[in-house]
């Protein structure tokens, strides 16, 4: 049986759902300070249903796993002392800056994306 | 996916779920598996405690469709894994080959800077287990026994998760970025027999008592072999300055050879060489250590 591409053979889904969870959680815990892993996803889906977005771009889940990556990596901090479920999360100074690149990179992307996709939306009409 | 577990049927509560996520990250390193696990479990334990009122059914599917299948979560954690990975490789995965490509390698250098750490962190963790013990022992028949004995076997956890840091960090292994749920258990006494049943407890302390040793050993080969090594080049340059033979190895022929212009080439070219055996030497007790470390730290 041949395989024919999808859209998940040709996008790195699972790279941009991990990067959307990565900007979403620093962005998050610069904006409204330190947070549990169960409070910045609350905040997040609130964020997103107050801005029309009601469905997250990525699972529960994979915010759990970048947070491990993000701590590791030095972007945020965590508290120790508290039990695992209720360990608290806060942007270190290597998170801003990251926060700040990956801010710019996303709205060039999606300025480029809106620019290209506008001749087409014209000519439809 | 592979198809086994992709016809698997829906969880329908916590411990399905989690034993259908064990099975997705089968093959998976120990320590990405306990991370993920706890997280799950944590997330769904919590759910639970939100709407206990609810099914646990009913909850376990709700969590399943935002939290993710156990099979997708699995995917996921992998592949946040490989991506760092990749990142922290900058695309490099396979190892030189050589004999000075070592010198090349970090794992050779953060192995030497884990044997110099190894001595004080391992007189450190062989005083806190033994004083631990003994004050646990000690205390058994106040009132004081108990709540001692529990900050005890916590701070055993929460040192095996900073030494699994330090060993990630300088000797490359995955290990642990979180300490493992253990919400399952509710209770004072059940807490403290699980606590004393869970083999990593022991295995933690037997790691800590064996890091005074080992860290004496990796300190006498890291000090010795670098202390030798850059004594051997450098001291032809210091004895052409001071004038007189400053290495004496205990033998007056080798002294006389040692002192000549090709006896300080030889013995300049022996201590290069060393290096490299050194770095060799460190980056194969890192390999090994790391995976020591990995067999007692990580829960399995």
Redesign the interface.
Known sequence: MPQFPTATHLFDVAGFEAEAAQVSALASLATDGPATARELLARIERAAAVAGEPILPFKHATLYAVLHELKFAGAIAASVWEGSEKRVYSIATRGWSWLAQAQERWRAAHLVIRAAAAPREVATR | MSPMISAQAAPRTVDDYLRQLRAALDGAPPALIQ??L???E??L??EITLDAYKPESEIVARVTR???RPE??A???R???Q??ERRQNNGERRPRRGFFSVALDPRAYGGMLYGLIALPVGILYFTWVVAGLSLSAGFAILIIGVPFTLLFIASVR?IA?MEGRIV?MLLGKRMP?????D?TITGLWPRIGAMLQDRRTWSTMFYMVLQLPLGVAYFAITVTGLALSLSLVVAPFAEAVVGRNLIQFGNSAIDRFSATPLGMGVMMIAGFVLFFLVLHLMRGLTILHARYAEATLVKT
């Open positions: 991370d993920a706890g997280d799950a944590d997330y334990r919590e935002v939290f993710g997708d979560v995917s996921e954690y592949a946040v894994e991506r760092f929460i998760l990630e970025r979180r300490l493992p749920s919400e």
